[in-house]
């Protein structure tokens, strides 16, 4: 299979991996054969990208570092916790400290130790994966995207299990405050803070709030949702704090918050290819990231996931096949095409973290 943006869609193509919406229902199931209205749909719903399968590319499996029911159950259980709180918040006028959560929190705990049990299984593997999801369904996804790559950096970083399930469920709930918003709102906001709206501000202070008044919910958790829009400096909101003065979860949530909403797209940034967005944490080293979080991260995200086209710089074009950690810039990748163009009859795999004279030179999409 390969990853291919909507707009490069064609009827005839075949959907290499089912699209779920987050309520879990298959928005397209694998193995469909496109036709215009399937194409319309995705349009329609705002998914950006999705896997279709082709015949030389056979055996590429694009697989995420969770299990698919694991992540399924933790996009349903994000929705759920956001819509209860709309819920409450709008139509039966409750106030944040009159909602009671201590069922929904147990849930969560649930969840969260079910995504790190996942992450200790594929510790040695690399997030070689596009999350493929409508722009409706944006926020859910993010909330179990950033929990993941948040506990992947932690462990990275020699976290122990118990400090990872407390940075994981701040995680989770980094942008609880954002069901207090809305999506007309929510459209404005910038992933580069040069205009802040104080609307936007405002959910960081009242997800520190809704988190805290959960019985039973470690502090450090809660402060995950304050600062995760802190930079270290000082720049970021909502206390302009800088430096040791961020905690190092709220450090970690910032840099996989950014890069989540970088390569997924969301209804306010578009998508950006995922060697692009890496670049753009590295640029920001230093004035938005802490240096030793973002070397962390990086270990752990491929710049050319499974499933990516690429111009390779012999001039060939390749479909990545295997990603490998240590080796986040080398991965293994089939030739489809050769320098002038022509498909490749009997297509050759090679590792480009053993051939060190060929890099990848572009994603193509
Ligand atoms: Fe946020």
Redesign the pocket.
């Known amino acids: 299979m390969r990853c291919l943006p909507v707009t490069k869609l064609e009827e005839g193509m075949v959907v290499g991996k089912t699209i779920y919406t987050s309520d879990g229902r298959p928005l397209l199931r694998r193995g469909i054969v496109l036709e215009k209205r399937h194409i319309d749909r995705l349009k329609r719903l705002g998914v950006p990208v999705i896997y279709i399968e082709e015949e030389p590319l056979r055996g590429i499996d694009a697989e995420d570092i969770i299990m698919d029911k694991v992540r399924m159950n933790a996009v349903q259980e994000a929705r759920r916790l956001m819509l209860k709180i709309r819920r409450e918040l709008r139509f039966y006028n409750k106030k944040i400290f009159d909602i009671d959560l201590s069922e929904d929190i147990e849930r969560v705990r649930k969840v969260v130790d079910s995504l790190m049990k996942e992450v200790f299984r594929t510790r040695e593997a690399l997030y070689s994966f596009i999350d493929v999801r409508g722009i409706e369904d944006f926020i859910y996804g993010h909330m179990v995207n950033v929990t993941v790559l948040g506990m992947m950096t932690g462990l990275s970083l020699g976290y122990k299990a118990d400090k990872l399930f407390l940075l994981g469920v701040g995680l989770f709930l980094?942008?609880i405050?954002?069901a207090l918003l809305d999506d007309t709102v929510l459209a404005y906001?910038k992933v580069f803070e040069e205009e802040k709206n104080p609307l936007?501000i405002e959910?960081?202070i009242t997800?520190y709030q809704i988190v805290k008044s959960i019985p039973d919910v470690s502090l450090l958790s809660a402060h995950v949702a304050y600062q995760?829009?802190e930079r270290v400096d000082g720049s970021g909101y909502p206390r302009g704090l800088s430096g040791s003065d961020i905690h190092d979860f709220a450090k970690i949530a910032s840099v996989v918050?950014v890069y989540d909403i970088l390569v997924s797209g969301a209804p306010f940034h578009p998508r950006v290819k995922p060697n692009e967005a890496v670049e753009i944490v590295k640029r920001n080293v230093g004035s938005m990231f802490d240096k030793e979080v973002v070397e962390a991260f990086l270990k752990n995200v491929a710049l050319y996931p499974v499933g990516s086209m690429v111009r390779l710089s012999t001039g060939e074009i390749a479909v990545v096949s295997q990603t490998r950690k240590g080796f986040p810039d080398a991965p293994v990748v089939r030739i489809i095409r050769d320098k002038d163009g022509r498909s490749l009859e009997l297509p050759v795999e090679i590792d480009l973290s053993v051939n060190r004279d060929i890099r990848v030179e572009e994603i193509i999409e």
């Open positions: 980094h942008d405050g954002k906001q936007i959910h960081t997800g995760h829009h918050n």
